[in-house]
């Protein structure tokens, strides 16, 4: 066995820095998706993204368990050998006119579908310009594509403007971007960056996985909130967050999806995810379009409970009524620390620390979903104020 001292040493060191990761054993509790089981101990979910509370809908286990089967419990290979089962071709035609576009084509994960759609897209004489804050599956993209890989500074319009002209050369410029910053709760400003991609012929990718089912007047995303829609050139969004199941998926032109299904890798050489996660999506996708109740509840939660922290001076980042309310606490070591806290209230919310953010910009992200009730948050909300006056206390 090769020796493996070189990676107990470097662990030891993300210890020191409070770095450390490891896998937590919890069970999600069977009948409320806005509560875990930890240590047999119910516990207040604020870390996941089941935004509108539908890991644990009725309607779409049994549309999994039906097509469980119907359909048996897997795919048996990639959708280009054996073929799509049935639900592939509805989940597909309804999300194209979801987004009012062609076509769409459905991916394994998030993760796999970013990956392969940039590094299908993008290629050597290429450029990407790329939000500095973006998701790693971009960044894994874009270097997977062997373009040149640009990061602009977040959200800085003028700074990609000045990019756009640097590189207006290039064979094709892409500009990517998440809709909602997945640990910022932040907004890429569509409208705007339409009209630069437009100014410079650029193409323009965006990732809802964070804004999908949330916003916009059916759940398309931000920027069928934002009245940008058709501008877009590719529309990407992920299942595994706001619709509660798995997958994820690229909206746009026949020709998109024509492309990469020859091109993108993760789609060609990975199984196919099995058909009753599919069908399972297909409900969810039937319930974001039906109940935006959801999606107004978590909406005006989430205003609500930035503003409750902001009256007790606890300041938070992003968009108002974004369900990610990040409070920023500096060092990875506090923000472990108030994680641990939160934990002996009965409310579970990630310390979210470098590599994945920033360094010294460790935080709690508060994930907030239609699942909790207004009791939950309220005592979440109580709890914390408590806990961040004891912690001014103990700083001074
Ligand atoms: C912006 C963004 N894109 C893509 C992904 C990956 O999605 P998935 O979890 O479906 O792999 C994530 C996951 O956190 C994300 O935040």
């Not at 049935?86 to 989940?91: D, H, I, M, R």
């Not at 991916?107 to 993008?122: R, V």
């Not at 089912?213 to 920027?223: D, M, R, T």
């Not at 930035?306 to 980042?317: D, G, H, N, V």
């Amino acid at each position: 066995m090769m020796n493996q001292a070189w990676m107990a040493e470097q662990l030891e060191e993300l210890k020191l820095q409070s770095q450390f990761r490891k896998i937590p054993t919890a069970q999600l509790a069977s009948e409320a998706s806005g509560q875990l089981i930890r240590n047999g101990q119910a516990m207040l979910n604020m870390s996941s993204n089941d935004y509108l509370g539908l890991s644990h809908h009725s309607a779409i286990a049994a549309a999994m368990e039906e097509s469980l089967q119907a359909d048996g419990v897997g795919a048996g290979a990639s959708r280009l050998i054996t073929g799509s089962s049935a639900p592939y071709a509805k989940l597909e035609a309804a999300l194209a006119s979801w987004h009012g576009c062609e076509a769409a084509l459905v991916f394994g994960n998030g993760y796999m579908c970013n990956l392969g759609t940039i590094a299908a897209l993008a290629g050597r004489g290429d450029v990407v310009l790329s939000d500095r804050l973006n998701h790693a599956s971009i960044v894994d993209g874009i270097q997977l594509s062997r373009a040149e890989h640009v990061r602009y500074r977040h959200l800085d319009l003028g700074h990609l403007e000045s990019l756009l002209i640097k590189h207006r050369d290039a064979r094709r410029i892409w500009i990517v971007t998440d809709a909602i910053f997945s640990m910022d709760g932040d907004a890429a400003p569509l409208q705007e960056l339409v009209a630069l991609k437009q100014r410079y012929g650029a193409g323009l990718i965006v990732d809802e996985a964070h804004s999908g089912g949330i916003y916009g007047p059916q759940g398309q995303g931000l920027a069928a909130e934002l009245g940008v829609a058709h501008a877009i050139d590719v529309h990407i969004g992920t299942f595994g967050k706001a619709f509660g199941v798995y997958g994820a998926y690229v909206a746009g032109s026949a020709t998109l999806c024509n492309w990469l299904t020859n091109k993108a890798r993760p789609l060609i050489y990975s199984t196919a995810l099995p058909p009753s996660v599919v069908a399972g999506t297909l409900s969810a996708l039937g319930i974001v379009q039906r109940e935006r109740w959801r999606s107004e509840r978590v909406r005006m939660a989430a205003q609500r409970f930035r503003s409750s922290l902001a009256e007790a001076e606890i300041p938070t980042i992003g968009r108002s009524d974004c369900p990610i309310v990040p409070v920023i606490l500096g060092s990875s070591e506090s923000a472990l620390r108030f994680s641990q806290q939160l934990e002996q209230h009965q409310i579970l919310a990630a310390a979210i620390r470098p590599p994945t953010v920033p360094g010294h910009t460790s935080r709690i992200r508060f994930s907030l979903s239609a699942a909790h009730s207004e009791l939950e948050l309220n005592q979440a909300l109580q709890a914390i104020i408590q806990m961040a006056k004891e912690k001014e206390h103990t700083d001074e």
